[in-house]
């Protein structure tokens, strides 16, 4: 049974009102482990009217608020202009020692289960592959397997269930995305439990080849990725790590399954993209569930629109979570008064697109 149980000092109540500038720390219970979230109110959040909310994920030896400081550097200042409550989870981790290296802390999202080794098209890995530490809760992880096996669908359940209580947000615009293995989580929770969500972004992350998938509710897609990225490739190419993700085009036709529009591609633009090395196609542009696929030519596996010089992953921690996790580094302070338009085109989309559940 999922048991939550939201802490915080202070103690529960109601819906939060007050307004903080800074993010805050949460827990919460499920399938017997202790999970962290983090929690950003805008300054327009009175406890009075219903906001939007966006769930971000963290990538593969990412932490929740490494990956806000220094992959993203500052999504919150996106969701301070916008007014969307932004909610961090953090995956579960474990101490590594392989390699004969220092000891890490690997994190990771159990985004597709089961530790496959091959789906419906194939081996989703080379046979020479490069391994990497088997989370012990895994057992086995295969020639392929390199992420968390807990359940972090269920979690993730919880976790809407928990923001959508405590706080004053619109359960009908509540949208979930997250970065290379995040976006991977982002893309199974949207496909297994459409019905919790408005729409949903992947930012340099798909799950395997063979393993696309439709949710059942129609939801709009965003999708952004480098074209130089050789972590997590976008068009289907074997990856740097010997790993074979789904391409974007596969993604894209999987989303709006069974309907015409789905396969018939149309140029698209946005504000947040104008004069920029940007390129996008639109599917199902016509309808409430269109489904956008951008290109950053130049971009390799970092956050789009910013510079090659921070941590493309999230490798640290701010003082925030440091206590949970002190093994990290801490973090370089987030960039302030930027404009990277993958943030902005990030919730431009997520503005535009809400509607009832169904």
């Known amino acids: 049974m999922v048991l939550l149980a939201l802490l915080l000092a202070g103690g529960c109540g109601g819906k939060e009102s007050a307004w903080d500038p800074a993010m805050q720390r949460y827990t919460l219970q499920h399938d017997g482990l202790t999970r962290e979230f983090f929690v950003f109110l805008p300054s327009s959040y009175d406890g009075m009217k219903a906001h939007p909310v966006a769930i971000f ?160 509710k129609r939801l709009p897609l965003l999708q952004i990725n480098g074209g130089a990225d050789e972590t997590v490739p976008d068009d289907g190419r074997v990856s740097s790590y010997g790993q074979y993700f789904a391409s974007t085009t596969a993604v894209t036709r999987h989303w709006n399954e069974g309907l015409a529009c789905g396969v018939e591609l149309e140029a698209w633009t946005s504000p947040a993209i104008e004069g920029e090395n940007v390129q996008c196609t639109i599917a199902c542009g016509e309808t409430d569930h269109p489904a956008i696929d951008c290109l950053w030519p130049e971009g390799n596996h970092r956050w789009p629109g910013t510079a090659d010089f921070r941590g493309s992953n999230g490798y640290c921690v701010t003082a925030l979570q440091a206590a949970s996790m002190p093994d990290q580094l801490i973090c370089i302070e987030p960039e302030e008064n930027t404009d990277f338009w993958g943030s902005r085109v990030l919730f431009e989309f997520f503005s535009a697109h809400h509607g009832e559940k169904q």
Do not use: K
């Open 57 to 216: 994920m963290h990538g593969y030896g990412g932490t929740a608020t490494g990956t806000e400081a220094e992959v993203t550097q500052g999504l919150n200042q996106y969701a301070e202009e916008y007014g969307f409550v932004m909610v961090y989870p953090q995956g579960t981790w474990f101490m590594s020692r392989s390699g004969g290296e220092e000891p890490w802390e690997v994190t990771s999202w159990n985004h597709i289960s089961d530790g496959f080794d091959a789906g419906p098209e194939g081996p989703i890995c080379e046979p020479d592959a490069a391994r990497s530490p088997c989370p012990p809760e895994c057992g086995n992880c295969g020639q392929c397997g390199w992420t968390s096996c807990n359940d972090d669908v269920g979690f993730l359940r919880s976790l809407v269930a928990t923001v959508t209580t405590r706080w004053q947000v619109d359960a009908t615009r509540v949208h979930v995305t997250g970065f290379s293995n995040g976006a991977m989580m982002a893309q199974r929770i949207a496909c297994e439990a459409p019905e919790l969500f408005a729409a949903v972004a992947l930012v340099g992350g798909r799950l395997e080849r063979g393993f696309e998938c439709a949710p059942s």
